[in-house]
Each structure stands twice: as C-alpha cells, then as structure tokens.
C-alpha cells in the first residue's frame, strides 16, 4: 500500500466534475492491473473501475458512461475523471493495485457531492 497514494478530492456540487489522480511511487505496479474502489461510511467497499497495463478499461454499472480511468505508465500515475457526479457518489475513493503478489490500495481521498 505504501507506493500508492491519492490526490485530488474535494467537495463539488450535483452534476459537477472532479479529476483524482494516484501515483505508483517507483512504478512497482507497471503492467499490472489498477484502479479505483470507493468506501461510503458505514457501507462496503465497492469496485468502481480498472485500466490493464495495455489499457483495456472495466467499469462499474454505477458509474459507467460518467467516469473514465487513464493511466500514463511514463509518469506511473492513473486517473479518474469524474463528471454527471450524483451525492452517493461521496466516498473516501482509493486507488488500487491487482498484481502477482497481491491486491494493494493507498490511504484514500474524499470526495463529497453535495449542495
């Protein structure tokens, strides 16, 4: 967990648009699988997108056709553009790693749709 971390959250109004953004420290997770899960207090955590090392993308049905994840494999960064946001989609958003090893995430940020 401790070569991933988040950036980006923040507070936005219904219908807005919001960008994270998470680095892979020393690119350790280059050519492997990530992405993004979502954890709203009290509820469980919920899968929200992946991008594979040649790109291929899947999406939650919640969130598809709203939000698209990038990734540039030269700055060991992926992203998530987030727009049409709705207020359950606040949640403390982690960025995460599938590999050989093991599932990995970073300490979070926290995004708040709200009026």
């Known amino acids: 967990q401790a070569q991933l971390k988040e950036s980006g959250g923040g507070l936005v109004q219904p219908g807005g648009s919001l960008t994270l953004s998470c680095v892979d420290a020393?690119?350790?997770?280059?050519?492997?699988?990530m992405g993004w899960d979502r954890q709203a207090p009290e509820k469980t955590r919920e899968f929200v997108a992946d991008?594979?090392?040649?790109?291929?993308?899947i999406y939650s049905d919640s969130v598809k056709g709203r939000f698209t994840i990038s990734r540039d494999n030269a700055k060991n960064t992926i992203s998530l553009d987030m727009k049409s946001l709705k207020p359950e989609d606040s949640a403390v958003y982690y960025c995460?790693?599938?590999?050989?090893?093991?599932?990995?995430w970073g300490q979070g940020t926290q995004v708040t749709v709200s009026s």
């Open positions: 991008i594979s090392g040649g790109g291929t993308v």
């Open positions: 020393g690119g350790a997770y280059r050519g492997y699988v």
């Open positions: 995460t790693a599938h590999t050989s090893w093991g599932d990995f």
